[in-house]
């Protein structure tokens, strides 16, 4: 399974951005990179995914750099209400319709006045 | 209202006992997954299921297990067989035919402790 590294912990000051960073080095080509967060004792929400071009919805942007190996998640104005914890995922295909979500241990970003 | 439910929302076991965990999603999704999450971790793959009648076993299977007989319905039972349950149970939900890029879905978790 390809493994992604996250810093641990990050601040951000509100309404600042917020971009955390992630390495997936041994990402296959044709592997998606997903994000999700996961606020305390609550189920993981999605926030966002892509494979190679850059993404961006309502709630975040996602860059992935060229060579696939490294992305960021970009909360453009961050709000108190986006701390949690952040993870990084390469989704790995297991049947047809199937896939496994390999979480790590994620980024702990604090949102402050 | 369109989601992931999981109930109850708390669990407690006694030594011994057969728990199961509930998992209802009105999402018409076909493929259905639970998770396990253990303090400061991320989530481990226990069970999933393609379509109904039909499941495989994830990384840490040993001491659970699962039934499919709706495509609604995924529920999870902890055996007496698991040795140490205590843990946050996630389920989650996927479509099917989205060209890699079938995005999962997760309902509210399940807290499971023992007695």
């Known amino acids: 399974d390809a493994k992604t590294t996250q810093p641990p912990s990050m601040d951000c000051a509100e309404g600042r951005a917020a971009n955390l960073p992630c390495n997936h080095s041994t990402i296959s080509g044709n592997e998606y990179v997903y994000w999700y967060r996961q606020i305390h004792s609550q189920g993981p929400q999605y926030i966002i995914h892509?494979?190679?071009n850059n993404e961006t919805n309502e709630m975040a942007s996602l860059i992935i750099t060229e060579d696939r190996k490294s992305s960021t998640l970009i909360l453009p104005h961050a709000t108190l209400r986006d701390t949690a914890v952040y993870y990084c995922?390469?989704?790995?295909?297991?049947?047809?319709?199937?896939?496994?979500?390999?979480f790590g241990t994620g980024t702990r970003l604090q949102v402050t006045l | 209202d369109g989601g992931i439910t999981q109930s109850p929302k708390y669990l407690f076991r006694k030594e011994g006992q057969n728990v199961t965990l509930s998992c209802e999603q009105n999402?018409?999704?076909?493929?259905m997954y639970w998770y396990r999450q253990d303090p400061g971790q991320g989530l481990r793959l226990i069970y999933y299921?393609?379509?109904?009648?039909?499941?495989q076993k994830g990384d840490i299977a040993e001491g659970y297990s699962v039934s499919r007989e709706k495509k609604e319905s995924f529920p999870l039972t902890v055996t007496s067989a698991q040795k140490n349950p205590t843990a946050f149970y996630l389920c989650?939900?996927?479509?099917?035919?989205?060209?890699?890029?079938?995005?999962?879905?997760f309902g509210p978790g399940t807290r499971l402790l023992v007695l």
């Open positions: 892509g494979l190679k």
């Open positions: 989650a939900s996927s479509l099917a035919g989205q060209g890699g890029q079938e995005t999962q879905y």
């Open positions: 995922i390469v989704r790995v295909a297991l049947m047809r319709t199937a896939s496994k979500l390999t």
């Open positions: 999402l018409n999704h076909d493929a």
């Open positions: 299921s393609q379509i109904v009648n039909d499941f």
